[in-house]
């Protein structure tokens, strides 16, 4: 097989063939996979039981000093430490942009702090690997901010973007992600299920998705960190197919700290194991690489859209 071979591709989007998703990615020509040269148990075992190279966290606030997230080094260092004890092998550092941070928090300076963060790491011996992202708030600019490389995608890669809605009330995200599909960008609406209009009315997510906007449901949600509301939610899109990616969203290592392990045996036990490797592992880890994504095998709402 031929790296960018159309057969390949095929074979990636559809999930046929007998080869482990990091044989497939190696495929396709995505991103090389840097490995954690020394994997922590909890890692070790969260790669071998999915057989993929490398376990993304989406979604994290672990700078320092930018955002609601750690306020110092010692504790983004304490918050990695509690990600990789989360089997997390890869972070992506997604300090807000926009909103109430407009005007702070430049690409360039994630990019800086995420270089000081990586060299922090390397000297405590914390095995995380972290690239650089943002979660940005839904603002009319941002098709010309995305050309002027002034919000970031996640991981740097040009693909995807995770947008941010106001808590308080509802703004339509879908004339904003048809000005970024034109710029070869796909939103990913964080946490639609801790916005209470969103999870009182749970098919209008459905109609968004149907219209090709993605959903990141928050770990801890599943388990009931985020109230009933937003629990019934979030495994009401899940059961659903309509949610594409699970990521921690952490801030702290108490209050709004990482709980993947506990989202994943959630979604094994009442859905399938199938269903947390791609929202758990397989779609974190092509979002991060600008691969396309996969939808969960419950997808009855999406299948009669794509
Ligand atoms: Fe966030």
């Known amino acids: 097989m031929k790296p960018d071979g159309a057969c390949d591709r095929a074979r990636l989007l559809n999930g046929v063939g007998g080869e482990s998703v990091a044989e497939v990615f190696d495929l396709v020509g995505g991103r090389p996979v840097a490995k954690v040269p020394h994997q922590t148990d909890s890692q070790r075992r969260r790669l071998e039981l999915f057989k993929v190279p490398d376990a993304v966290d989406i979604h994290c606030h672990c700078l320092p000093g930018l955002d609601d997230g750690p306020e110092t080094m010692g504790e983004a260092l304490e918050l990695c430490g509690a990600l ?24 360039s300076e994630i990019r800086r702090v995420v270089g000081e963060m990586t060299a922090a790491l390397k000297a405590d011996g914390i095995p995380l690997r972290i690239l650089p992202g943002g979660d940005v708030k839904i603002d009319e600019r ?37 000005a970024v599909r034109e710029r070869g960008v796909e939103l990913l609406l964080t946490h639609p299920e801790r916005y209470s209009y969103l999870a009182k009315e749970p098919q209008k997510a459905i109609d ?42 952490a801030h702290h290592v108490t209050g709004r700290c990482p709980c993947m392990s506990e989202a ?38 999406i299948a009669g859209v794509q």
């Open 84 to 107: 990789v004890e989360d089997g997390i092998t890869t972070a992506i550092a997604t300090p807000h942009q926009l909103g109430h941070y407009d005007g702070r928090n430049e690409s």
């Open 264 to 301: 994943i045996a959630a979604i094994t036990s009442r859905l399938s194991q199938r269903t947390a490797s791609i929202t758990c592992l397989e779609n974190p880890l092509r979002i991060t690489n600008g691969l396309p994504i996969v939808r969960a095998e419950r997808g009855e709402y």
């Open 142 to 178: 941002i098709p010309n901010l995305i050309e002027q490389d002034r919000v970031m995608t996640v991981g740097d890669s040009g693909r995807y973007l995770l947008l941010e809605l106001p808590l308080e009330f509802c703004i339509d995200p879908i004339p904003l992600m048809h």
């Open 208 to 249: 968004w998705v149907r219209k090709g906007l993605h959903l990141q449901v928050t770990a801890g949600s599943l388990t009931g960190c985020f109230g009933k509301l937003a629990m019934q939610a979030g495994w009401f899109w899940l059961e659903r197919g309509a949610v594409v990616t699970i990521a921690n969203d």
